[in-house]
Structure formats: structure tokens, C-alpha cells
DNA sequence: CCAGACGTTGTT
DNA sequence: GTCTGG
DNA sequence: CCAGACGTTGTT
DNA sequence: GTCTGG
């Protein structure tokens, strides 16, 4: 899945690139809360913060909930109930989120059930390939092409593909969860190439981590006679170790991607898990009001 | 009922 | 192998 | 996501 | 805070 981002606009770039129409139809900008806290990079890590938008409804009661406002957020979801000061004490993973569990997660369905949605901005994201036959790992950038409009926010393997399904999927107030939900599904128009391993070190930013680059080569790992020994030796002692050039199993030279998402992608397989995943949610909320219009007892 | 987890990746 | 830091 | 640490006592 | 497992 995603771990990696570009977010690398100045701020006031990256706002109008935010333009957006509330409910009355008027043009608007996403207003900023700690805007000190943007820091623009081309190679962001979980931990760091991304900025992020959100209805303006989750900071003042009676606020429009059409309204975005847009804050610089730590990567990663702090349950309601984590007391800690320091979230980096969290115990689990919350970087990322499965798609087809994500209403069986006690961790994502709560929040997701209290209309506690946002959009992380960014250029586009990086995955890693693992190929057979080497360590190494090839990262690529994956983004909107620039043709089109040119807001395209995502968040991560669920992308939000326009302006529209932006403030729908933000607008907890009007749009149920099982709306939002819909909105969420694989895009095609979307594309990617090979990057240099620069990125691999999330201290890099520059731009040199989303430019296209030539895939990595496959290096042998040039043997001293020495080492050689030593691989000989480990290959004959040690149980765990596999002979090296000893024949590998997977020979379909399929390219296995790390992330589900570019896996599956948009096919069957998917269409039939975002399917379920809506019917399961179907089944257990029949006539689910907008957070809007829900009774407060 | 209480205790304890609450999550993802990937790989075997 | 697994966790933390970036 | 990847890179890099993973530990303690005591002294400078 | 809420769910699962025992």
C-alpha cells in the first residue's frame, strides 16, 4: 500500500490547487489552521505530517459542512481512546488501512461511522516492486498525469478523482458513509514510472526522488573469493539459507507489487470486493441518516 | 463476565 | 527478527 | 514505505 | 472506547 508521498507545492499553490464549490455553489479556497506546520517535500514518511483536508463541521459546532479547511496532520490514525501524549507510542500499525476490512476494524469503523473522514493531499505516491532475483527493490511514482484539472488530491489507495467527489467524500454532514464509500474506487486514468533509490532514504527530498529514471539494474553482487567461501559455507551449514543459484521457485516473472491496490487493480477481483464491502455495510445500517440530520440523545 | 487487543506489510 | 525514526 | 538500530555503566 | 476470545 502507500508509505511514501510527494507533497512539494508552496502553500499557496497547493491552496488554489484546493479550490473547491460549497453548498451554495461559491468558489472557495480551504481555509488554514497551523499553516507553520506545512513543511513541502518530495519524499514524505509516515510520521511526518501531510497536510490534510477536512469539513470545517469537525472544529465548530454549527459550522457549514461543505466549508474544507485544510491542516498540516501527523500520517496515521490515533484511536480516540490512545491516552499517551506521544502517538508514536501507539502499539499497531494505523499508516494504512485494507480497503475490503475496513467496517470489521474496530480501529477504522468507529471513527469511519462518526463521519471522521479527510483528504491527504499530495503529488502522487511511491511503491516499491520486489523482482525476482535481487534484493533490491524498484520504487516508482504514481500520480494524475498534470493534463486535466489540475486539483487532483488522493488519499492513498483510495483516490478521490475530481473536485466533486472531493467535498463529497469531506461533507459528513450530508453524505452518509455508505455514499462516501462509493466514491472510492480504482481510477485508470492514472500512470507511473520507474524512480531513482534515492527515495528509498525518506531524508532525501529533492526532486530527483519523483523524476523518471532507468530501472535499476540488476546487479551481481560481484563475489570476492572470500565472500564466495563464506557463501559456500553458509550454504552447507546453514538450514535457513537456500543454496545460492539454486532454482527459485516463481518463474511466471509476474511482477509482484507490494500494494493490493496496483495488484488487483481495477478488474474483477476488486469491482467484486468494493461490491461486498458496500453490501456488508448495507446490511448492517438499513436507512443510515446524514451525521447532519442524526438525533443527539 | 473479565482480559486484552485494537494493524499492515509480506513471507513461509 | 523486530521495532523505531525519518 | 525504507534505513538503521537493537544496551548498560560510568566517566569525560 | 469497543470488540473478541476465553
Not at 25 to 38: I, V
Not at 138 to 145: C, D, L, S, V
Not at 212 to 240: I, Y
Request: aromatic fraction near 8%.
Amino acid at each position: 500500500m502507500c508509505g511514501r508521498t510527494s507533497c512539494h507545492l508552496p502553500r499557496d499553490v497547493l491552496t488554489r490547487a484546493c479550490a473547491y464549490h460549497d453548498r451554495q455553489g461559491r468558489r472557495r479556497l480551504p481555509e488554514w489552521r497551523d499553516p507553520d506546520k506545512y513543511c513541502p517535500s518530495y519524499n514524505k514518511s509516515p510520521q511526518s505530517s501531510s497536510p490534510v483536508l477536512l469539513s470545517r463541521l469537525h472544529f465548530e459546532k454549527g459550522a457549514d459542512s461543505s466549508e474544507q479547511i485544510i491542516i498540516p496532520m501527523r500520517w496515521g490514525l490515533v484511536p480516540s481512546w490512545f491516552k499517551e501524549n506521544d502517538p508514536s507510542k501507539l502499539q499497531f500499525n494505523t499508516t494504512n488501512c485494507r480497503s475490503d476490512t475496513i467496517l470489521e476494524k474496530q480501529s477504522f469503523k468507529v471513527p469511519l461511522g462518526k463521519g471522521r473522514r479527510c483528504v491527504v493531499l499530495a503529488d502522487g505516491f511511491y511503491e516499491w516492486q520486489r523482482c525476482q532475483g535481487t534484493n533490491q527493490r524498484q520504487p516508482y511514482f504514481i500520480y494524475f498525469p498534470q493534463i486535466k484539472t489540475e486539483k487532483s488530491p488522493t488519499r492513498m489507495p483510495a483516490i478521490l478523482d475530481g473536485e466533486e467527489a472531493v467535498s463529497k467524500w469531506l461533507d459528513f454532514g450530508e453524505v452518509t458513509t455508505q455514499e462516501a464509500l462509493k466514491l472510492i474506487h480504482p481510477i485508470d486514468n492514472i500512470t507511473f514510472h520507474p524512480v531513482s533509490l534515492v527515495v528509498n532514504n525518506s531524508r532525501n527530498n529533492t526532486p530527483e526522488c519523483l523524476a523518471p529514471a532507468d530501472l535499476v539494474t540488476k546487479k551481481e553482487p560481484k563475489t570476492s573469493g572470500s565472500s564466495q567461501r563464506m557463501m559456500q559455507w553458509l550454504a552447507t551449514k546453514s538450514p535457513k539459507k537456500e543454496a545460492p543459484g539454486s532454482p527459485k521457485k516463481d518463474e511466471s516473472g509476474i511482477p509482484q507489487w507490494s500494494s493490493q491496490f496496483l495488484q488487483k487493480s481495477p478488474l474483477p477481483a476488486k469491482r467484486g470486493a468494493t461490491r461486498s464491502l458496500l453490501d456488508r455495510w448495507l446490511k448492517q445500517e438499513k436507512e443510515e441518516e446524514p451525521m447532519a440530520k442524526r438525533s443527539h440523545s
